[in-house]
Every structure is written in structure tokens, then in C-alpha cells.
């Protein structure tokens, strides 16, 4: 996202497009991008108007990557999130950055999991002997099994397949028990679900000419300490493995929900804190509502260092006078100098529109905007245009690279 400067919209016709990335061959020795049928369904059912109008006007593209687009786990609305099929899915679908949430093994080892304990409904770990090395193993109907990468050794964690991340604790057998993949996703895509280390991912990535964005998940305390040696040294750890790598640290942008491990990155390894993400956890859903950082809270994170901000997408918006319009929250993050990321596109399901689309769309709780799924891109011309954002993350990144090029984002 070292390159995620915006032009101006309101003039951009499709031409801008292919100018805007002129300059750029990193992508054009790679991948190349194909962005399937879902865009173009997705624009077809947009209401007639100026937004219809300017996006199907760039249908035929070309198409190239935008570090605007970012993959969420890879494209995990069809594929098991973070395996190496998910990745190469979103890499071939533009996405410019792709994310690996780093957990750790027993062993020491940084793989990539969206949580340290997730293994039971995201692989087949309860259908296998592994089960038995659970911190709380799968017993049966109505169990609520807790199998974490910690329990296991590399080699144990990359004997999993990865899964759509769903189950049905009602379930009476272990196979059953891995079911429940809602149906707005799909099991299509799962035949193979390839784990992967993070330096397994950073690779990939760099064979596919995509960026990367690590995010250092929170884990069990008193496991960190005995593995690592403690927050920091866990930290290190990612680090270590990114120079390892020998990755330009223009290609990385660290992600944390904490604080420290931003400041940590700032302060110990400059040439990638630079470019570090803060993660904000607002929740205004949550019982009791998380709140979010305080606009002198936002000035003072800046100081210290930070310069990406990305909280939720439903943070930044709210509905005003029957349009959607950017939130107070966003003009706040904007008016402390941040540059903004967003999550998450394409992880709700919107046929039914917004309100019934749960937490992403908590700004529309009465759908007076998000009526349907093509309306996905409303809120995300809203959130490039008008709050500014530079990237997003999206489950699906084609629809995101689509709108991307067409803006000419980068």
C-alpha cells in the first residue's frame, strides 16, 4: 500500500484505468488477472444510475492487480481460508496484497490461521487422530471442541486439510461435525486445502508478484511466554522471518489489533513499522459495545508512529437523510492524518440485504440502501470516494479489483 494514492473519481472515466497503471511491470511478469462472472453479475443488478453506468463502461478492462484490493485470507468465500488454494485464488483474481493471519505451532513455528484455536471448524482435525491432541478434543454431539495450533507440531499442522470454516455441533459423527458451510459460500472448492507456514506463504506470494500483510494474532498468553519468550520476542519472530525472506519492506504491511506490537514494530524494525497497520476492534454490537479509539487517542497513536488506521467497514459509514454518507469516526481517523484500510467485502450475506446482513452492515440497520448484493458496491464507492480509503479486504477480491481499475486506484 506504499502506492495506494487515489485519483480523483469524480472525473475518472475507464481510459484512466490503463494510464494509471502504466508504470507498473511488477504484476505484468506474474499472474494474470481474471476476474470470473461475479463483477459483472453483481453490477448488472445494480439500480440504474451514474454508479451502473460508470462501472459497466469498464467492463471489457484490462484488468490488472490494484494494491487497493486485498485479499482476505486469501478468497475465502470459496475457498478454506487461508490455505495456499485460497491464495493463489485471490491472487489471480488482482488482489495486489494478500493476508496470512499468523498463529504459531507448539514447536515455535508461525503458520498462518486466522486464530490460534480454530483448527476444529477451519480443518479436518477432528476427523483424524490429531483429535486426541486438542486442548478440548471433539466427543460427540453438542461438544465444543477447542483444537489449537499450539497443541500440534509443524508437521502435525501440515497434515490438516483446511475446510471452510463452519460445523454442526449437533452432529453425531466427526465427519458431520465438519458440515454447516453456509449456503451463500460453498464446499465446491475444498477437495484440497493445502496448509501453509508463513514463510511458505510469504514465498508464494512473492512467486505470484503480490504483496503481503501479516497480521500477529493474539494467542494464549502463558503459551507465547514459554514458545517465545514473551509478546515481543513473538513479535521479533515475524520479523526475523520477513528478513529471512530478504522481502522489500515497501512489499509489507504489518497488521496488529494491539497497540504494542505496532509500537514494537515502529520502534525496533522501522523500515517495516512504517508501513504498520493498526487494527481497530470498534463494535458497537458487541454486548458490552467495543468502543473505539478517541479522536485525541488517534492523534497521539500518529505521534508515536502510526500511519495506517483500519477499522470495520460498518465504522466508517452511516446512513443520513436516506444516502449513505462517511461516518463522524471516519472524518475523525481522516483529520488525525491516517491513511485508511477497511475489512471486510463480500463476507456477509447480502440477498436479503442489509438488515439482515449482521455486523458489516450494522450502518444500514434498516437496509434503506443495501437492499441486495449488487448493492455492495454503494458502500464501496461511498468508502473510495467520499471517506478515502486506499485499500480494503474482501473474501471475493475480484469484485474489489474490478471497481479498482475502473477508478484507476492502484
Known sequence: MMTLTRAVL?????????ASFADRDHDERHTNVQLGPRPYYLIEGLRPGELKERLQKCSEGPFRRADFSIGHRGAAQQFAEHTKESYQAAARMGAGIVEC???????????????????????????????????VPWSGPGSQPKCCTSDLTLDEFKSLRGKMDA????????????????????????????????????ALNEQNGVKHTPELKAGDAARIAR???????????????????????????????NKNDILYWVRHAPE??????FLDSIDPTASPPVPGLTYAEMVELYKQGGRYFAPPMPALLTVSGGKLVPSQYARDIKRAGFKIITWTLERSDLRGGASKAGFYYY?????QVIKTDSDVYVALDVLAREVGIVGIFSDWPATVTYYANCAGLK
Not at 469524480?10 to 490503463?18: E, F, G, R
Not at 479436518?124 to 490429531?130: E, G
Not at 517465545?228 to 496488529?256: H, M, T
Request: glycine residues 10%; contains cysteine.
Open 10 to 18: 469524480s472525473t475518472v472515466l475507464c481510459a484512466c484505468a490503463t
Open 101 to 135: 493471519d499468523v498463529t504459531f505451532t507448539g514447536d515455535g513455528e508461525l503458520v498462518c490461521r486466522h486464530d490460534e484455536c480454530d483448527l476444529a471448524t477451519t480443518t479436518n482435525i477432528v476427523a483424524t487422530p490429531l483429535n486426541a491432541k486438542c486442548s
Open 167 to 202: 460445523s454442526n455441533p449437533a452432529a453425531t459423527t466427526p465427519q458431520g461435525f465438519l458440515g454447516g458451510t453456509p449456503s451463500w459460500r460453498t464446499d465446491v472448492n475444498t477437495g484440497r486445502g493445502t496448509l501453509m507456514r508463513l514463510a511458505e506463504s510469504i
Open 227 to 257: 514458545i517465545f519468550g514473551g509478546q515481543e520476542q513473538y513479535a521479533q519472530k515475524l520479523i526475523d522471518e520477513l528478513r529471512a525472506a530478504r522481502v522489500d519492506p515497501d512489499d509489507v504491511f504489518l497488521q496488529s489489533f
Open 272 to 277: 517495516f513499522g512504517k508501513q504498520a497497520v
Open 363 to 367: 450502518f444500514d440497520p434498516a437496509g
